[in-house]
Structure formats: structure tokens, C-alpha cells
Nanobody, 126 residues
Framework: QVQLRESGGGSVQAGGSLRLSCEVS????????VGWFRQAPGKDREGVAL????????FYSDSVRGRFTISRDNAKATLTLEMNSLKPEDTGIYYC???????????????????WGQGTQVTVSS
């Protein structure tokens, strides 16, 4: 089974930037359905930025669109999340995730992402 390992979390002031990375143990998965979720204290886990539809389409949640960018380096089997203009409400644990089946879908299905990394903490102070 594919394994995911996140790095790059930390603490930053509002308006700052952070970059998260996720190493994917099986390199074919980097071209498929992988992405980022986050969980804020006391809240459900939410999809933030993802590849879906066979890995060909990107999804961004409304709360991060225009501030966050997901990208991947196929040669290094690494997924990246660039986070700019960070807000205190972006605080939480960020998880790298994968949908092993990765079907072609018209709309993203967040419930299909069922392989998880251990998470990395992001804290944004005001």
C-alpha cells in the first residue's frame, strides 16, 4: 500500500507563507488522485486542495482558492502545497491523502481519499 509522509509545517504570522511537502512511496501514485486535507481544532477534516478525475483535475476549497496552490514533481514523487496570505483560520493539522482507485469523475468525491499521512501542524497567529 502506498505510504505518505508530510513535512514543512510550522508557525507563521498572519499574512505569511508556508510550503508543505508530501513524499509518496509508490511513484505512480503521484500522477493520480492525491491531495491535501486539514483538520482544525474541534472541526471535521476538510478537503483543501486535491487532484481528482484520474489525476487530471484540481480541486480547491472555497476557503483557500486563490491563496493555496497544489503541485507535484513526478520525478521526485513529491506533492507540494504552497500556502500564501495565511490566516489564523488556516491553523490545523494538514494531511496528505490518496484515493487508490482514482476514477474519472465529473465532481470530486472527498470520501474516496482513504490513505493518509501522519499529518503536520500548521499554526497561524494573528
Amino acid at each position: 500500500q502506498v505510504q505518505l509522509r508530510e513535512s514543512g509545517g510550522g508557525s507563521v504570522q498572519a499574512g505569511g507563507s508556508l510550503r508543505l511537502s508530501c513524499e509518496v512511496s509508490i511513484d505512480t501514485y503521484i500522477k493520480r488522485c492525491v491531495g491535501w486535507f486539514r483538520q482544525a481544532p474541534g472541526k471535521d477534516r476538510e478537503g483543501v486542495a486535491l487532484f481528482y478525475n484520474g489525476g487530471k483535475t484540481t480541486f480547491y476549497s472555497d476557503s483557500v482558492r486563490g491563496r493555496f496552490t497544489i503541485s507535484r514533481d513526478n520525478a521526485k514523487a513529491t506533492l507540494t502545497l504552497e500556502m500564501n496570505s495565511l490566516k489564523p483560520e488556516d491553523t490545523g493539522i494538514y494531511y496528505c491523502a490518496a484515493d487508490p482507485g482514482c476514477p474519472y469523475l465529473f465532481r470530486v468525491d472527498l470520501s474516496r481519499y482513504n490513505v493518509w499521512g501522519q499529518g503536520t501542524q500548521v499554526t497561524v497567529s494573528s
